[in-house]
């Protein structure tokens, strides 16, 4: 299957400073990429959709100010949090669809943010 | 926003026993998907069903759904201690564009 991978694996940061993580689809052309957020012990809450070359469309309740995504090319999406606080820390896990079958999309191995 | 619940919430059982797990959701769907997901892993897809489908079957993996109930099941037979993880059940929404996650179950299975 396609691969999607994440950069970095885990960060840890100050209160106060923004992160950034990338998502990457390394061997197709990701038409849409999408951001989850996890909690531990909890499901994946869709955070925003992303389209190359268009703005995100946000979740409700997702701060867009906050959660800055930006899909500049077809392999790359990045999700930048910005002001991070405590209660940012997280599990986000990006995924990616092609322009293959419609349901299909590939899962990036996550990133871990702690933020001090 | 979450499609669903699942049950049980955690479930614990012997290597060589079957484990069963339901989803719930709550809207019309194109397909139904089961992931799997290690602890602080990403997720991996394990079998799709689609909504004109009622079972569908992959090696250990019994997928049903019943979109009168909205609701599916996931058997893991003859289970192994590797089988240990979260899984949850993924719809699509009717247009397709976005998929919606359940609550998942943890799945323990001892040696």
């Known amino acids: 299957g396609a691969v999607v991978s994440q950069h970095p694996s885990r960060v840890i940061c100050k209160s106060g400073t923004s992160v950034k993580i990338e998502c990457r689809s390394l061997?197709?052309?990701?038409?849409?990429m999408f951001w989850y957020r996890q909690f531990p012990k909890q499901s994946l809450m869709l955070m925003a959709t992303?389209?190359?070359?268009?703005?995100?469309?946000?979740e409700q309740g997702v701060e867009k100010d906050k959660f800055l995504i930006n899909h500049a090319s077809l392999t790359l999406s990045t999700l930048t949090v910005t002001s991070a606080h405590p209660e940012d820390s997280s599990f986000y896990i990006c995924?990616?669809?092609?322009?293959?079958?419609?349901?299909?999309?590939?899962f990036g191995p996550g990133t871990r943010l702690t933020v001090l | 926003s979450q499609q669903g619940e699942e049950d049980p919430q955690a479930l614990s059982i012997q290597e060589g026993e079957n484990a069963t797990m339901n989803c719930s959701y709550k809207?019309?769907?194109?397909?139904l998907q089961w992931y799997r997901q290690n602890s602080g892993r990403g997720l991996v897809h394990l079998i799709l069903?689609?909504?004109?489908?009622r079972e569908k079957h992959s090696g250990r993996l019994r997928v049903t759904l019943d979109t009168s109930k909205k609701s599916s099941s996931l058997l893991i037979t003859a289970s192994r201690a590797a089988d240990t993880a979260s899984y949850f059940c993924?719809?699509?929404?009717?247009?397709?564009?976005?998929?919606?996650f359940g609550a998942g179950t943890r799945l323990f299975v001892k040696a």
């Open positions: 992303s389209n190359e070359g268009s703005k995100a469309t946000y």
């Open positions: 993924a719809t699509d929404d009717t247009g397709g564009f976005k998929t919606i």
């Open positions: 809207t019309s769907i194109n397909n």
């Open positions: 069903i689609r909504s004109n489908e």
């Open positions: 995924s990616a669809k092609g322009s293959g079958r419609a349901w299909e999309q590939f």
């Open positions: 061997d197709f052309q990701a038409t849409t």
